[in-house]
């Protein structure tokens, strides 16, 4: 057998283990396996005390309820659901008003914290004496408390004949908010898929492009290919459903209204909660974002004449994400935990219907590990694209 050569023509001796054992690599990987076996041992230990346990009591153990009768009706549902379905279809209904109200309030508390922001750097005294008014008042006040101020401040609107209304099209009351809707849905879940595919497919374009003008230093562009998925694609599918344009309006008939869209008080007041606590949130990740820009490249956009907006958007902002999108997303990922806070108001989200599925089918760790399974899932994938997204924009070093 031929022996291995260095580089200096000595024999190489093969490596043994104790030689292993001095390197560092080699050291790091062996410890987190014994980590890992030992984390893994524990839980099958754990696992099996707590089934021995269950079977002595004569409780059944496994996830098989998920095909049982739910038992339970739900207020609020984004999908068909009846109290004759079963506890699977139940936390799918739990896992969509959880995604839905966690969407609408990640884009509010975008929207708000950016414009907070904003306003914290704005030369008029004023203006940053309000928006740091709003900061310390909604970081300091504990978000249960905010949650129960604006359900009871919905909940105390005038009844539906006296509501609020805007232009005769739309109504508040304490019924909640009810606004003009299309009357074909199927039709409108088709142009709401086409826009979120869109929206996929033009960050991913984005990522792609980036990397390319990275590695070639050709620059390809995007906008156009964008403007196509983002907005044609959606009309195409209107445009192939028959382009339906009826609404339907609300209108008040006795007691209530009826027609249109209505937003249930729940929602609203759990939306704005955790949007409003967010977004301050938010708007300090902002401030100090474009803190970072150095103010040398702000002084020299002024001295070749850029407005106030073409300086934030084209020298300001990009530089300034690099910097903002790691806590914002911890505290998008936060604001998606905390929607668990509307099992105090009766929204039904996820935590809520956990709760009444363990009340019926006394399967009490597998509802909690499926609970928890579902909000880590969750948690990771929003992880998961705002690393993607912050890959997109890193500035890398050459």
């Known amino acids: 057998m031929s ?23 080699f050291r790091a990987l062996a410890y987190q396996i014994l980590v890992i076996g030992a984390v893994v041992a524990g839980a099958v230990w754990l696992i099996g005390n707590a089934q021995d346990a269950l079977a002595r009591l004569g409780i059944s153990t496994g996830f098989s309820f998920l095909h049982e009768r739910a038992g339970f009706d739900i207020g609020e549902t984004p999908i068909a659901f009846r109290s004759t379905d079963s506890f699977l279809r139940a936390y799918a209904v739990g896992f969509l008003n959880t995604i839905k109200v966690s969407a609408a309030g990640i884009f509010l508390a975008t929207l708000i914290g950016v414009l907070i922001g904003l306003a914290r750097l704005s030369s008029n005294a004023l203006i940053r004496a309000l928006a740091s008014s709003y900061i310390e008042l909604f970081r300091n006040t504990p978000q249960l408390l905010q949650l129960i101020f604006w359900y009871a401040l919905i909940t105390r609107l005038p009844v539906p004949q006296q509501a609020y209304s805007v232009w005769d099209a739309a109504f508040i009351s304490n019924r909640g908010l009810i606004l003009p809707w299309p009357i074909d849905a199927e039709t409108v879940a088709r142009v709401l898929l086409a826009v979120a595919i869109g929206f996929v497919c033009v960050v991913t374009l984005r990522i792609w492009a980036n990397s390319h003008h990275r590695r070639t230093g050709r620059h390809v562009a995007t906008d156009t290919a964008g403007t196509a998925l983002l907005i044609i694609a959606p009309l195409a599918v209107w445009a192939a459903s028959g382009a339906p344009t009826a609404f339907s309006v609300p209108e008040l008939r006795g007691f209530n209204f009826a027609g249109g869209l209505t937003i249930s008080p729940e929602f609203l007041a759990l939306m704005l909660a955790l949007a409003l606590y967010i977004a301050a949130f938010i708007a300090e990740i902002v401030r100090s974002g474009i803190r970072s820009v ?22 300001v902002l990009p530089q300034a994400l690099r910097v903002m999108i790691p806590p914002a997303t911890a505290q998008y990922v936060s604001l998606i935990k905390n929607s668990s806070l509307g099992v ?32 880590l899932s969750i948690s990771l994938v929003v992880g998961l694209l705002m690393t993607l997204y912050n890959r997109s924009v890193r500035i890398v070093e050459r």
């Open 294 to 315: 150095p103010s040398a490249q702000l002084e020299a956009a002024r001295a070749i004449g850029l407005r106030p907006w073409h300086r934030y958007s084209r020298i």
């Open 344 to 375: 105090a108001i009766g929204y039904p989200e996820l935590f809520n219907i956990n709760n009444s599925i363990i009340t019926l089918s006394g399967r009490a760790v597998e509802a909690i590990a499926i609970m928890m399974a579902i909000y």
């Open 3 to 25: 022996a291995h050569l260095s580089q200096s023509g000595i024999p190489r001796r093969a490596q043994t283990l104790p030689d292993l054992w001095f390197s560092l690599g």
